[in-house]
């Protein structure tokens, strides 16, 4: 079965770290490039970081640059996303998603567009708060 399962979502204070995991299954994760996105509710979904197949490229949206890190596992399938110093305003349900080919996720000028990917996962939620 073709999916995406993310885990490691909770409660966390401000301050606050937590590690996203993306596990794909059903295909074979290094083709494709990963984007994790957000949804606060009552907001659109927002770009927080992508990677490019075979990790040559990664993004980060301004408001979680040199907070955010992700990286890849490709022979375990899986991408991560270490959140450190979360503010409240990081509260949100977080997704990954994916789209096959290596230009994507590429070069200086990188847009995360949600309507780009075209496979989700389920989402799990983060909640920063004292």
């Known amino acids: 079965q073709v999916q995406l399962v993310e885990s490691g979502g909770g409660l966390v204070q401000p301050g606050g770290s937590l590690r996203l995991s993306c596990v794909a299954s059903?295909?074979?994760?290094?083709?494709?490039?990963v984007g994790w996105f957000r949804q606060a509710p009552g907001k659109e979904r927002e770009g927080v970081s992508c990677?490019?197949?075979?990790?040559?490229?990664?993004h980060y949206s301004d408001t979680v640059q040199d907070r955010f890190n992700i990286s890849r596992d490709d022979a375990k399938s899986t991408v991560f996303l270490q959140m450190n110093s979360l503010k409240p305003e990081d509260t949100a349900v977080y997704y990954c998603?994916?789209?096959?080919?290596?230009?994507?996720?590429?070069?200086?000028?990188?847009?995360?567009?949600?309507?780009?990917?075209?496979?989700w996962g389920q989402g799990t939620q983060v909640t920063v708060s004292s």
């Open positions: 998603a994916t789209v096959y080919g290596t230009s994507w996720c590429t070069g200086p000028n990188v847009i995360l567009n949600a309507a780009h990917w075209s496979l």
């Open positions: 990677i490019s197949a075979r990790d040559s490229w990664r």
């Open positions: 059903g295909f074979p994760l290094d083709y494709y490039a």
